[in-house]
């Protein structure tokens, strides 16, 4: 053979053996989120519903590894029939930064639906005039505008605590609380939640429903972040028993649910000894939590607490 041969054979063997030594290298780029359907029964109607799971980028590269869980609770106008209308609870929130503005949140988030409990048929604009086909969803390439502020023309003012308490909504996420929980220990047993790293946070009626929920079973969640929607003063006992870590956001200039009904239930917190953080966005009205949810602060803080270190604080 021609010593010219030889080296074209040499150097396809090199070539070759290169080729296999690349192909055998693990990639260096971590996993897709996935955004999965769960489906349960719910307690309060015994009828077949699902809610949303997502897994955050990486989650399918390490079966030994367990991430944090944030249970997001949405808003009264997301509400539906956990089926055919469940894609309304991408429009805001956790979710909606995850999945469709591709914010790379390290949590499997849980965001099951409210029932409509009858809010559909109480004309309700933002609810009788949605569309499933408005709701923004996760594009191949970059991401879809956001929505604008609501904005508002009142002035800012520092707001006193208010005298007398306005009504809690009625229908909300207290009535499913059985649901969440299920929900809860679903998803740490099946897809390698953290039981110690597991968190709590909804918008508007999703605010009302953290506070309840977790002065239910404070037990249950290492942190909380109730967002336009204050806390009654009567859920704050077991709260401040269990060291609960609560960050609470209001919007000065929400007409909706005003700042000045935050102040006793924190105060409350506050008498039993329990340190609590609280924002107000003096500049924002409801959708304060459009704010809230794109910023990394509160995913930030979350992260910084644990249930195993607050559980040891409170055995002391």
């Not at 349960?40 to 399918?60: C, I, W």
């Not at 009264?76 to 609870?89: A, K, M, T």
């Not at 609470?248 to 105060?267: C, M, T, W």
Request: hydrophobic share 35%.
């Amino acid at each position: 053979m021609k010593k010219w041969a030889i080296a074209v054979v040499v150097l396809s063997t090199f070539l070759l053996g290169c080729a296999q030594t690349i192909s055998s290298v693990p990639s260096s780029e971590p996993s897709s989120e996935q955004l999965i359907r769960e489906s349960y029964v719910s307690v309060a109607d015994n009828a077949k519903r699902e809610y949303f799971v997502y897994l955050p980028q990486g989650y399918a590269d390490d079966a030994n590894k367990h991430w944090p869980v944030l249970m997001f609770l949405h808003g009264n106008g997301e509400r539906g029939n956990g089926l055919d209308e469940l894609d309304f609870v991408k429009t805001h929130g956790a979710l909606y930064e995850a999945w469709v503005q591709k914010k790379p949140l390290p949590f499997i988030i849980i965001a099951p639906q409210l029932h409509m409990f009858g809010m559909d048929q109480k004309g309700i604009g933002y609810i009788d005039n949605r569309d499933i086909a408005n709701v923004p969803q996760r594009q191949v390439q970059g991401t879809p505008a956001r929505e604008a502020l609501y904005g508002s023309d009142q002035a800012m003012s520092g707001s006193p605590q208010a005298q007398t308490l306005g009504s809690i909504p009625p229908d909300g996420w207290e009535r499913v609380e059985q649901d969440l929980l299920g929900m809860l220990d679903t998803v740490q047993q099946n897809y390698r939640g953290d039981v110690n790293r597991t968190y709590l946070s909804g918008l508007s009626y999703g605010g009302f429903g953290t506070w309840s929920l977790a002065s239910h079973n404070p037990q249950k969640f290492a942190a909380i972040a109730p967002v336009v929607g204050w806390g009654h003063p009567d859920l704050m006992d077991s709260i401040a028993q269990h060291k609960l870590p609560v960050w609470a956001f209001a919007g000065g200039r929400d007409n909706s649910v005003k700042v000045e009904y935050f102040y006793q239930g924190l105060n409350k917190l506050e008498q039993l000894g329990h340190k609590v953080r609280f924002t107000t966005h003096e500049d924002m009205g409801h959708d304060t939590w459009k704010r809230v949810y794109a910023s990394d602060d509160l995913y930030h803080w979350l992260l910084s607490h644990q249930l195993s270190d607050r559980l040891a604080t409170t055995d002391e």
